[in-house]
């Protein structure tokens, strides 16, 4: 065989493998996804991988793929106002209970007592309403 026919051979294989080499493959993954665990969850994962007998690659995807994530919502309050709202909440409940204890000891319902619950049953509405206002903005 002379020179020249095996260096057009030897092109011709390389022209092959590369043609080869850009065929559809469904298995080819393209994306790297990076994650930071601490100590034990390093540990657990690798015993599952080892426990399991596959790659932390393979993991993962099974884990993706069938996987139920529990979220955890933590919610964010401005803890200024709601202090003020349970004070307010604190006044109006020692009111409605000077109120029942003057009922409680025989004492008749007077025009100046009437006024002071409606403005406690007042004063709780709008309490409410602020409280759903903010659990609404949250």
Do not use: W
Not at 52 to 68: C, E, F, H, N, P
Not at 118 to 123: E, F
């Amino acid at each position: 065989m002379s020179p020249s026919l095996r260096c057009k051979t030897a092109d011709r294989e390389g022209e092959d493998r590369l043609k080869r080499r850009k065929k559809y493959d469904p298995e080819r993954r393209e994306y790297y996804i990076k994650a930071r665990v601490n100590e034990e969850e390093l540990r657990e994962f690798q015993a599952q991988v080892e426990k399991l007998g596959i790659t932390q690659s393979d993991y993962i995807r099974q884990a993706v793929m069938t996987a139920k994530v529990n979220v955890i919502v933590h919610p964010v309050y401005d803890s200024d106002a709601l202090d003020k709202i349970a004070a307010e909440y604190s006044k109006i409940g020692s009111n409605i209970n000077q109120i029942a204890k003057h009922l409680n000891e025989g004492n008749p319902m007077t025009a100046r007592l009437q006024k002071t619950l409606n403005h406690c049953i007042a004063d709780l509405s709008s309490l409410k309403a602020q409280i759903e206002k903010m659990a609404g903005d949250m």
